[in-house]
């Protein structure tokens, strides 16, 4: 099976208008592991006395490949838009299946909340004189990444940083994570690649686990058939888990039930995605205007002509792009809660 990229990559200078800082912002097992995100900060600031909104870019990979800064995988049209802004994104890593699980997968994403809220966090990372406005956050991502912008509004997170994500913006997610799809073995012709890859490879990378590793990035061609291997046979029950936290279906049904208010959303999806099945977002919208009646106008949503990744052509100027943040921008930046 080919590499599971985007079949329109994002070009390398991506990141040319900005500079990239690293930080940590945990560190896991005995080792004290670091895992870090990428401060991505405009090179051309616009004069500003005041704090910079705030976006967060959770990167694809299927939970299993990728990295925070892997620029075919990077939408170039978020970083403009950021930019417009004079916003600063943050891109960070976060634990991998097969090695992780996704209950691990999601304490990183709680605890990269905490440490943007904490002032020992994200504003000790940040270059002298640029402050930010923690209370003003727009959170995306890509496929694995959607489902990660997603489950970031669904978390129980303490109520000031939940209050604080403004809007969600959902590339292709992965949602309706107990569809067979996801849980089933079968050839898949995953991006028209033909075959499922042959089983032992992820048999003996498994094998060879001594079940001390900390895999934050993995990125292509470094075991690029991996995802491959895990979508195709079906493995998510085993890999991710089975518990209700880790399906945003359930969870969003759940939180409707309690009250809770999920962030405005806007969620596309290619109509010719062989990655990641369409009738995911088609479930999620359906579940949304089930369960959030009356909260039809904070959903968006369009399908587009094109397959997984297919927005990496885009820009903030292109039609269809330019409608969803036109709807974004009634909540982030400099919103009003919502």
């Keep these: 099976m080919a590499a599971p990229e985007a079949p329109i990559a994002t070009p390398p200078d991506v990141f040319a208008n900005h500079t990239i800082i690293d930080a940590p912002y945990k560190h896991v097992c005995a080792s004290k592991t670091p895992i870090l995100t990428s401060i991505i900060v405009p090179k051309a600031r616009q004069p500003n006395s005041s704090k910079r909104p705030l976006a967060i870019f959770f990167h694809g990979g299927a939970l299993v490949v990728g990295g925070r800064t892997y620029a075919p995988w990077f939408s170039p049209w978020i970083l403009e838009y950021v930019r417009q802004h004079d916003g600063i994104l943050l891109s960070p890593d976060y634990r991998l299946l097969p090695e992780h699980s996704g209950k691990e997968i999601l304490e990183d994403v709680k605890d990269f909340f905490a440490w943007i809220a904490s002032p020992s966090g994200l504003a000790a990372a940040l270059p002298k004189g640029i402050e930010v406005d923690v209370s003003d956050i727009l959170v995306t991502g890509g496929s694995a990444g959607g489902y990660l912008s997603i489950q970031s509004g669904l978390l129980n997170l303490p109520e000031t940083q939940r209050k604080a994500i403004k809007a969600i913006i959902s590339q292709y997610p992965m949602l309706d994570m107990r569809d067979k799809w996801w849980t089933e073995d079968y050839e898949k012709n995953i991006f028209s690649a033909g075959p499922n890859p042959p089983k032992h490879l992820l048999a003996d990378h498994l094998a060879s686990l001594k079940g001390d590793e900390v895999v934050t990035e993995r990125i292509p061609p470094k075991d690029e058939w991996m995802g491959g291997s895990i979508i195709g046979e079906g493995l998510y029950p085993k890999f991710l888990g089975t518990t209700t936290e880790l399906y945003p279906l359930e969870v969003l049904a759940q939180r409707a039930k309690e009250g809770v208010r999920v962030p405005p959303t806007w969620v596309f999806h290619g109509t010719e995605d062989d990655v990641v099945p369409i009738h995911g977002t088609h479930k999620f919208v359906d579940l949304w205007k089930e369960s959030l009646p009356g909260r039809e106008a904070e959903l968006y949503v369009n399908y587009e002509t094109g397959a ?9 100027e292109t039609a269809w792009v330019k409608k969803g943040l036109e709807f974004v ?9 919502y």
């Design 308 to 316: 997984h990744g297919f927005d990496a052509e885009g820009t903030v």
């Design 329 to 337: 921008a009634q909540y982030w930046p400099g919103k009003a809660s």
